[in-house]
């Protein structure tokens, strides 16, 4: 690709694209949203904006049915269909590449819709009500979304994710918005700080640097970086 033309969009993904998460979290905490499921009464499940997935492994050895991801980005789909093919899951796992505002499913499909850090990109509350009716009745959605923890932040911190396009919400008001959208809420927590910085800050910096060498001199690659 010419180094001047690139846009953000492509260096999010080719940051992101070789990486084993596209956010924070880590087997255990998805194992430990998993914990609070019935997950016998579980056959079909979405994973919405999965990325590439790291955390589909965990959810098909919990669940006995299918599963299928879904993404906005072919080539985030393209290696989790690769990584199913590998682990000889592909008759239960499947990604596809759609809408998470505009979801290709069936209403009443799923016993669970599972998302980690993806439902900010289109509304906490928007997303959850447009899901909610692809769920069976008393289906279950596991979410996970950046939170601020107090009701006062520092104006940089708060540009910093209104220029990332997400409208942050408190933990309580989130939970606020899900009865609003017609969900019990059965557990919340919160993801330990290495989540962040071990499992997703540290490994994204290193392919920044590779970035920042590949379009040495590019303004969009620096601004982005
Ligand atoms: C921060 S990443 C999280 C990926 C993955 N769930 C994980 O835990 O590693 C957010 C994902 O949501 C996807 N996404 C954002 N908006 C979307 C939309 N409107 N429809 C489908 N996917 C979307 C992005 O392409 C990206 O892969």
Request: charged share 20%.
């Amino acid at each position: 690709m010419d180094n001047e033309q690139i846009q953000v969009i492509d260096l999010i993904i080719e940051t992101h694209i070789g990486l084993e998460r596209q956010d924070p979290g880590s087997h255990e905490m998805t194992a430990k949203a998993l914990s609070f499921l019935d997950t016998r009464s579980i056959s079909r499940a979405a994973d919405l904006g999965c990325g590439t997935a790291s955390q589909m492994i965990i959810l098909a050895d919990s669940l006995h049915g299918s599963i299928v991801g879904l993404d906005q980005i072919p080539g985030f789909i393209d290696i989790l269909n690769a990584n199913a093919l590998k682990r000889g899951l592909q008759d239960r796992v499947s990604g596809i590449v759609g809408s998470m505002e505009n979801l290709p499913f069936q209403k009443g499909e799923f016993d669970l819709i599972w998302s980690e850090g993806a439902i900010d990109a289109i509304g906490f509350e928007k997303g959850l009500t447009h899901w909610n009716s692809f769920l069976k009745m008393n289906g279950y959605v596991a979410v996970a979304c950046p939170c601020w923890f107090t009701d006062e932040h520092p104006d940089e911190v708060e540009r910093f994710w209104s220029d990332a396009g997400s409208g942050l919400d408190t933990i309580e008001h989130n939970i606020s918005a899900m009865q609003r959208a017609g969900y019990a809420p059965i557990a919340v927590f919160t993801l330990p700080e290495q989540c962040w910085t071990d499992n997703y800050f540290a490994p994204r910096a290193e392919t920044e640097k590779v970035l920042l060498s590949k379009y040495a001199g590019n303004k969009t690659a620096e601004a982005y970086v």
